[in-house]
């Protein structure tokens, strides 16, 4: 749901919002259909897989980029990692808090910090070969690496472009530049050293991103990568064709004796991008053929979700966990009435939260946001801030209106996309209450990010969100509510544009920190600041609603990826 919600996250949630859960209406009230959807026992659906058979992903869209220097969009980047290619360590294939902890992939180890966090030495392990038995070698992720910083590449993730001790000017490899010593050294085929600015304590967790998997030189093809990567994972591209169907076959050179995560239980996946939202769950709900070998790529729709929460079955099919998302009404913070903190605090309290879950399909499909933080984030528990009533509490909103002088009210925009219509008109109704006259600007999916982003277009509300590309807050705050990073055009991180003196110099102190756990508790107070300042209002908290075909075995929610299944060990229950 983000530019992951980073490139990711302003692309990220636009897109969750966009491709279903924004679009759907509430699906009833009946007392099991407000239970909690979760995977029942260890989290597993359908127990350990067998090995061989087709493994079949239904979906409604292609993925929009599987360069692995520009991946940075849920769940492309869990099918990218998982399937495709290795990065230096990885994240366990695990459901709840295990899948939270990190192993070494392509690395022998978690990374060897030096220089009070400033380098970071990583050994690659032996045996590790591309799809063609070409060696995999250290240069090679920095080749990759290097080429996050290509303006011909855009889109991937910046933490490279952040982190690293590399010149302000450099442009990628693509026009023969390479990084010095003084940013990345390779002393030899099995050894990268990262020279970073300033101390990163959680590095180790970075180089899980796409940006740190290996691309060779040699087979660079610029812009047309996303096309066939070359692979270091288990599988490898047999056929792609864009939008219509992709055929995945094995990779005889991946040594599973160097891969303790990935199990890759089938012989085949093949993706079938061509069907609507709702031809992918009528045909898993039916369930024939090859549709029980099958699971969905793309979330439930909301018009099936009582279809599926009614029968048993169906029910017992269903996966659907928090995403570790949050969606936020966003005030431009730099224009009036909402650069006054009162008024922002006001709509804390005017939101119907209530009626935005509704909208957005009801509790199978989120949570109710009380903070920025998501629980991924807030070590598993529910932070609840301001502990207003879920329908909100106009009494209050209109007092801190009243003291703001809008006891009269005022009237403001608010930008959606035709997906977004109905979560918009749940928030115009409830801002309407206490006398906020919202007009609604209904726009194509593809436009939102353009007029939201650029200064002179904004309106006064939206609604987006943000996701966080690996368990850290240093991967969410920062993205969102630095005003350092506040741009007139493409500005698709702070939204908001928040510019908060004290903020921004807390989150620079946050960043310097070396030690992981006292910025964990720095994070959770400066979440608590930031709210008090309230530039957006938390109003959800996205699942993932999937439903998979009765033949699959080891499905379950990745908390990493925003509850996408965990291709790493997915497969079938039996092979005929």
Not at 5 to 10: G, K, V
Not at 248 to 276: C, G, H, M, S
Request: hydrophobic letters at 35%.
């Amino acid at each position: 749901m983000t530019r992951r919600i980073h490139a990711a996250l302003a692309t990220a949630i636009t897109a969750a919002l966009t491709l279903g859960l924004g679009a759907c209406s509430s699906t009833g009230s009946s007392d099991d259909m407000d239970k909690p959807v979760v995977t029942g026992g260890d989290g597993i659906i359908g127990g350990t897989p067998v090995k061989g058979g087709t493994l079949n992903l239904l979906s409604n869209t292609d993925f929009d980029q599987l360069d692995p220097a520009r991946n940075w969009t849920m769940p492309v980047m869990d099918f990218g990692v998982r399937v495709l290619y290795r990065t230096l360590t990885t994240f366990k294939a695990a459901p709840g808090a295990e899948g939270l902890k990190i192993e070494p992939d392509l690395a022998t180890d978690l990374g060897q910090s030096s220089d009070g966090g400033k380098t970071w030495t990583f050994k690659l392990k032996d045996g590790l070969k591309y799809e063609d038995g070409t060696p995999i070698v250290a240069d090679d992720i920095k080749y990759n690496v290097e080429r996050s910083y290509s303006p011909e590449l855009p889109g991937g993730p910046d933490y490279a472009r952040v982190y690293l001790n590399a010149p302000e000017d450099y442009k990628g490899p693509l026009t023969g530049q390479r990084l010095g010593k003084e940013s990345i050294e390779v002393p030899d085929e099995k050894t990268i050293v990262f020279h970073l600015k300033r101390p990163v304590a959680e590095f180790g967790y970075t180089v899980t991103l796409p940006t740190f998997a290996p691309v060779p030189k040699a087979k660079e093809t610029g812009a047309n990568y996303s096309n066939h990567p070359v692979s270091s994972g288990p599988y490898k591209i047999e056929s792609y064709d864009r939008g219509k169907r992709m055929v995945l076959v094995r990779n005889t050179f991946w040594d599973e004796k160097t891969d303790t995560v990935r199990k890759a239980y089938p012989d085949k996946i093949v993706v079938d991008q061509t069907l609507k939202g709702t031809g992918v769950a009528e045909r898993l709900i039916a369930d024939q053929g090859e549709d029980k070998n099958s699971l969905s790529y793309v979330d439930l729709v909301a018009s099936k979700i009582s279809e599926v929460l009614t029968n048993p079955e169906l029910k017992a099919r269903l996966i659907s966990e928090n995403a570790g998302c949050t969606t936020s009404l966003q005030m431009d913070n730099s224009k009036a009435p909402f650069n006054d903190p009162k008024v922002r605090l006001a709509m804390q309290y005017a939101v119907d939260k209530e009626s935005f879950q509704a909208a957005q399909g009801g509790p199978a499909f989120v949570d109710i946001a009380t903070t920025y933080l998501p629980p991924l984030l807030t070590d598993g528990k529910t932070v609840d801030h301001f502990k207003i009533k879920p329908g909100g509490d106009l009494d209050k909103a209109k007092a801190l209106l009243a003291e703001a002088g809008q006891a009269a009210g005022f009237k403001t925009e608010l930008t959606t996309s035709t997906g977004g219509k109905q979560q918009a008109e749940a928030v115009q109704a409830a801002l309407k209450k206490v006398n906020v006259d919202v007009t609604i600007n209904v726009v194509d999916p593809t436009a939102v990010s353009s007029i939201v982003g650029d200064k002179s277009k904004q309106t006064g509300l939206s609604i987006s969100g943000w996701c966080p590309d690996y368990p850290s807050a240093a991967t969410f705050l920062p993205m969102i509510y630095d005003g350092k990073i506040i741009k007139d055009k493409g500005n698709f991180g702070n939204v908001t544009r928040f510019n908060d003196p004290a903020t921004n110099a807390e989150l620079e102190r946050i960043a310097g920190l070396s030690d992981k756990a006292e910025a964990d508790k720095a994070w959770l107070a400066l979440d608590a600041s930031i709210m008090d300042k309230s530039p957006a209002v938390p109003l959800a908290w996205a699942k993932k609603p999937l439903l998979v075909g009765s033949n699959i075995a080891g499905a379950f929610a990745h908390p990493v990826w925003a509850g996408q299944v965990d291709y790493a060990v997915i497969g079938l229950k039996s092979v005929k």
